[in-house]
């Protein structure tokens, strides 16, 4: 299924510096339209480099960001929102003595002529925004403090976020670190109605079994390089990735031949 589909974004021999410290030394990465790509590798792999040089926070040194075949540069945050990919920071994400609705339009605004905020039109569209992700709760409604939200609700604010501004791609930076067990799942549901939208899902965890779950396509990078990469069918279950894991960070290497061959 999504071996067939076209990429969305493409990172090609990205390089980033930061002074000496070369976080990414040539990076490859291709991301796919209705996919939910998972990103793994240990801590200070270039992860949230990679992520932010997607997101447009990093113009890399070298290489190139090819978004539906078309290379673009300069790469800025807002030419990566132009072309479709919004990031979810973890916590920075949203601002808990608001409403929903105003996090989810916070600068974005739906207006009147006069530029006057149209509340209902807000409210009717927080709505939609939040059935679509399938966030339903007798509870809260648009007009609720989000601080008064548990933490995978928030996520599902800032997911809902990301899908007003039209998000083809969708990347959450460890969304599910801080959370219990039935909050991840609620993240879950949120991150597979998004890709049963068609949406594309980048989604990087410390957790291999959350990554495992919801992941159909695993990236792993390992100290700015590319380690390996998989579709979910190409590995025997959870432990096999696991064990390629443990493997690439006793030995620097993992063995790709015990990968099956790609559907
Ligand atoms: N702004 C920065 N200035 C200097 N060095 C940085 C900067 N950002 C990242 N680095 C370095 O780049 C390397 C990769 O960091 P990065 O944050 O991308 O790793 P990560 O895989 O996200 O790690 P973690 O799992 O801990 O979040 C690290 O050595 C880090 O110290
Ligand atoms: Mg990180």
């Known amino acids: ?74 790469w800025t945050p807002l030419a990566a929102r132009d072309a479709g990919i919004e990031t979810v920071f973890q916590d920075r994400a949203l601002a808990p003595q608001h409403s929903i609705v105003t996090n989810i339009f916070m600068g974005r605004e739906i207006t009147n002529r006069l530029g006057m905020t149209r509340v209902q039109a807000q409210i009717d569209e927080a709505n939609r925004l939040m059935r679509e992700i399938g966030f339903t709760s007798k509870v809260f409604n648009p007009e609720s403090t989000v601080g008064h939200l548990s933490g995978g609700e928030r996520q599902g604010v800032a997911i809902a976020r990301a899908l007003y501004n039209e998000a083809d791609v969708i990347v959450l930076d460890e969304p599910t670190t801080a959370l219990s067990l039935t909050e991840t799942q609620k993240v879950f549901r949120f991150v597979e109605a998004v890709r049963a939208s068609g949406r594309t899902v980048v989604f990087i965890g410390h957790n291999i079994y959350h990554v495992w779950e919801i992941a159909d396509r695993f990236f792993v990078i390992d100290r700015g390089r590319e380690a390996f990469e998989g579709e979910k069918a190409q590995f025997d279950g959870a432990e096999h990735l696991i064990e390629m894991m443990h493997q690439l960070a006793e030995t620097g290497r993992a063995d790709v031949a015990s990968l099956k061959q790609p559907a």
């Open 1 to 74: 299924m999504t071996s067939a589909s076209e990429p969305i974004v493409e990172l090609r021999n990205i390089v980033k510096r930061f002074g000496n410290v070369e976080a990414l030394s040539g990076v490859s990465m291709s991301v796919r339209k209705g996919e939910v790509l998972g990103l793994l590798g240990d801590n200070g792999a270039g992860k949230s480099t990679l992520v932010k040089t997607l997101a447009g926070v990093h113009d890399p040194d070298e290489g190139e960001i090819v978004v539906k075949g078309q290379r673009r540069s300069p």
